[in-house]
Nanobody, 129 residues
Framework: QVQFVESGGGSAQPGGSLRLSCATS????????IGWFRQAPGKEREGVSC????????YYADSVKGRFAISRDNANNTVYLQMNSLKPEDTAVYYC??????????????????????WGQGTQVTVSS
């Protein structure tokens, strides 16, 4: 059974860092497109960063480019999101999800994860002083 379990959220001050982890199971990570998505109160879910197994491409939303980095540990079936230089506007619940990869990373992230059927419970990230 395909599962995603997020962890690593919490509180940080502006300029601080957090690393989110997504433990996956039930599939071979190499063949999947995986993404990190976030949803702030009153806002739609947005794609933050995605990586696709179809071509190894990575995608970052403009708002996080140069600050966030996605990585995969295929041996341990875990996907990470390193978040640096955090800003208050990064405050949101962060989710990871994915499915078998047919397209590049930008396709999945720009669609806000609407192609993905299974989701983790999310992890809260709060950035404030």
């Amino acid at each position: 059974q395909v599962q995603f379990v997020e962890s690593g959220g919490g509180s940080a001050q502006p300029g601080g860092s957090l690393r989110l982890s997504c433990a996956t199971s039930g599939f071979i990570l190499d063949y999947f497109a995986i993404g990190w998505f976030r949803q702030a109160p009153g806002k739609e879910r947005e794609g933050v960063s995605c990586v696709s197994g179809i071509d190894g491409s990575t995608y970052y939303a403009d708002s996080v480019k140069g600050r966030f980095a996605i990585s995969r540990d295929n041996a341990n079936n875990t996907v990470y999101l390193q978040m640096n230089s955090l800003k208050p506007e990064d405050t949101a619940v962060y989710y990871c999800s994915g499915d078998f990869a047919y397209y590049t990373s930008s396709y999945y992230c720009e669609r806000g994860g609407s192609d993905f059927r299974r989701w983790g419970q999310g992890t809260q990230v709060t950035v404030s002083s």
